[in-house]
């Protein structure tokens, strides 16, 4: 079914880069073949999951959205698609992304634009904007999308799905191509909150390959679900900074709409201040590509993908790779995050982003002294037009200005739908939790859903 609704919507949605109909169909026989052998079978067997392409899956294309992978057929398998083949998923295909995760629309994919479900004149958000778009459209039951500054959390929101940022570090990066470590983290998207803790159960736990990886117990996410709140003694903050000019009236009625709605399922909610969360755009664009502009230099047409062929040196060669290869918004954070790292700006701009980080992260252990879970939008508007802002960075940035600081805290939270627009077009709630209360965070979440 999954198969053949791809097939039927792809023409239109283009969710995803590669299909991988062969390989479904002998995990889908296999998980048969050991129910009809009364094997145990796993907590996902059957289910139809889409990857985010920039996880590797061994022997499948993994392409990051960008040209200079265009070829790279990763040799090894990334933790998450071997612990969800583990227990039994079904992986359909891997799906579009803006180039190696850098972008919130997904229009930054070196292969094609994926359309909003809702309105295909609008984009579905990014960078895991084919997961969240092939999840919201029903080609597939749930999908894996990556989060370094709000890239499963703001899809999430503009496709009407589930989609959930995990406490840095309780799922594994190995395999996951880097964009900025110190801030990237893999997550679900679902269709419900319930199937969102399911699939995070399946894929949290330490991993010794995966330096930063917690050694946590990981609870059964699925375990406290109950409809409400009461007795609870739940305090919920609502972040006050985050409402006001640049916010779409629409989207302020809604949260607030969904923020009445949780005090009436038990919660006592409190306005909070975070003063500095406003710098949490300047400081990611300083620290996420000075991270990236590291991480890219491994593609220089040695190791992996696209080489340039009319080179006559290696210098050549390298420049020539890197110049084809390589995107107009990979270019420019490798050159701001060079620039940011050079001698003599370092400690202007990387080390000054970095302090101020350790603001941030103060004013969400100050709020969490006073409540358990923070409230506010996921993203200031609902999806925009196709090309409405991919000439303009600066406003495509601003578009994760309530997404990037729990990413620069290394905290978990979550979008779940909250109400449309007047336009039909999905609105989120972003919810935040303590670090490693996601059973907390799911627990609200499910509640309000
Ligand atoms: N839109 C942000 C960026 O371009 C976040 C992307 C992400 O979370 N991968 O960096």
Redesign the pocket.
């Known amino acids: 079914e999954a198969l053949d609704r791809i097939q039927a919507l792809e023409p239109k949605l283009h969710s995803f880069l590669t299909v991988t109909a062969q390989q479904a169909l002998d995990q889908a026989r296999a998980v048969d073949a050991k129910i009809a052998a009364g094997e145990e079978i796993g907590i996902l067997a059957g289910i139809p999951i889409g990857i985010k392409d920039n996880m590797c899956t061994k022997g499948i294309r993994t392409t990051c959205g960008s040209k200079i992978l265009e070829n790279f057929v990763p040799p090894y398998e990334s933790t998450v698609t071997q612990k969800l083949a583990n227990a039994g998923a079904v992986t359909v295909g891997k799906t579009n992304l803006?180039e190696f995760?850098?972008?919130?629309s997904t229009e930054n994919s070196a292969y094609q634009v994926t359309a909003n479900p809702w309105d295909l004149s609008r984009v579905p958000g990014?960078?895991s904007g084919g997961s969240a778009a092939a999840v919201a459209a029903e080609e597939c039951v749930v999908s894996l999308g990556?989060?370094?500054?709000?890239?499963i959390r703001q899809p999430a929101s503009f496709c009407g799905v589930v989609g959930m940022k995990p406490t840095y570090g309780l799922v594994s990066r190995y395999g996951l191509v880097a964009?900025a470590s110190s801030l990237d983290q893999i997550g679900p998207f679902a269709r419900t909150v319930e199937d969102a803790a399911i699939l995070l159960s399946a894929i949290a736990g330490y991993d010794p390959q995966d330096s930063t990886s917690l050694k946590v117990e990981i609870p059964d996410y699925t375990a406290n679900l109950i409809p409400d709140l009461k007795g609870k003694k739940l305090k919920i903050g609502v972040i006050k900074e985050t409402f006001g000019e640049g916010l779409d009236p629409e989207v302020e009625a809604s949260v607030n709409q969904a923020i009445a709605q949780l005090e009436s399922l038990g919660a006592e909610i409190h306005y909070i201040s975070c003063p500095r969360f406003r710098y949490g755009v300047p400081s990611y664009y300083i620290i996420?590509p000075s991270e990236a502009s590291a991480n890219l230099a491994r593609y220089d047409g040695v190791k992996y993908g696209l080489r340039s062929k009319d080179a006559d040196n290696l210098l050549s060669m390298y420049t020539r790779t890197r110049s084809t290869g390589f995107g107009a918004e990979v270019k420019r954070r490798i050159m701001i995050g060079t620039y940011a790292l050079s001698a003599g700006y370092y400690d202007a701009y990387y080390l000054k982003a970095q302090k101020v980080r350790t603001l941030i992260k103060e004013d969400f252990e100050k709020a969490f002294q006073q409540v358990d879970v923070l409230v506010c939008p996921t993203a200031p508007t609902t999806a925009f037009q196709a090309g409405e802002k991919i000439t303009d960075p600066l406003s495509m940035?601003l578009?994760?200005l309530m997404t990037i600081p729990v990413?620069l805290a290394g905290l978990p939270g979550i979008s779940v739908p909250c109400g449309f627009d007047s336009k039909g077009l999905p609105i989120g709630l972003q919810l935040i939790g303590k670090v490693l209360r996601e059973d907390q965070l799911l627990q609200v979440a499910y509640a309000y859903e």
């Open positions: 803006d995760a850098m972008g919130s990014g960078s990556s989060d370094t500054g709000g890239s964009y996420a940035y578009n994760d990413n």
